[in-house]
């Protein structure tokens, strides 16, 4: 298997720009996971899925940034408008069952100038 | 409620003496605990997971650790630290019963430094 798969691995762009932040998780996982990875914070979830349906967007910031799953096969990540203390690394992570292990993506690093 | 202290937030060794990362956790159920690895721009991959099993975990690459209940400790260790170690290492903690999905609380992170 190709493993958690992520697209770009890296994003450069203005404030107030729109980012799309895209994942393919494991073939046959149920579980996706949106990560956040900061130097003030350190890993943070965002958000995650369940056969395709969020179920706890607890950790998404604020109403800039947004996710779907249209499908098992595919996620992604948008924030809209961008700003600068939206730059980190996004880790997307997926697993087999709610109760087994995460496998992580490498990550897309985001600055927003 | 689960959370997970790193001790040390830089430790540095010599190549060939032991490694030993330091995790104590805080959880309300019986835990998964898993130690993961990041490589300067990389992802995290997973080096060792416990999982009520044996409460002595071997990984990948030579590392593991003991899940000591007692102590809430889930130290990590290498008898022989190389090169390729050098790393961010992640301990982490999730509550098996808490009815959904797998809510992982990361460490802080520890780095490792290897010396030749």
């Known amino acids: 298997d190709a493993g958690v798969i992520q697209s770009p691995r890296h994003e450069v762009t203005e404030m107030g720009q729109e980012v799309t932040l895209r994942c393919k998780p494991i073939?046959?996982?149920?579980?996706l996971f949106w990560y956040r990875q900061t130097m003030m914070r350190g890993l943070e979830l965002l958000i995650y899925?369940?056969?395709?349906?969020?179920?706890?967007d607890s950790g998404m910031p604020e109403d800039r940034f947004s996710a779907k799953m249209p499908n098992a096969s595919f996620s992604t990540l948008k924030i809209q408008p961008s700003e600068p203390r939206d730059s980190a690394v996004y880790f997307c992570?997926?697993?087999?069952?709610?109760?087994?292990?995460?496998?992580f993506g490498p990550g897309t690093r985001l600055t927003v100038l | 409620a689960q959370s997970v202290t790193q001790l040390d937030s830089h430790v540095s060794v010599s190549e060939g003496t032991p490694v030993l990362l330091r995790c104590n956790y805080s959880s309300s159920y019986s835990p998964s605990l898993f130690w993961y690895v990041q490589h300067p721009n990389k992802g995290l991959q997973l080096l060792l997971k416990y999982t009520s099993a044996a409460t002595l975990v071997k990984g990948i690459n030579g590392f593991e650790a003991e899940f000591k209940k007692s102590e809430t400790s889930f130290h990590l260790t290498k008898p022989s630290a190389h090169m390729s170690d050098a790393a961010e290492y992640f301990c982490v903690v999730s509550d098996r019963d808490s009815g959904s999905a797998r809510q992982l609380t990361f460490g802080s992170g520890t780095q490792l430094t290897v010396l030749p």
């Open positions: 073939s046959g996982h149920d579980y």
């Open positions: 899925f369940n056969n395709n349906v969020p179920i706890d």
């Open positions: 992570a997926s697993s087999l069952g709610a109760a087994d292990t995460q496998y």
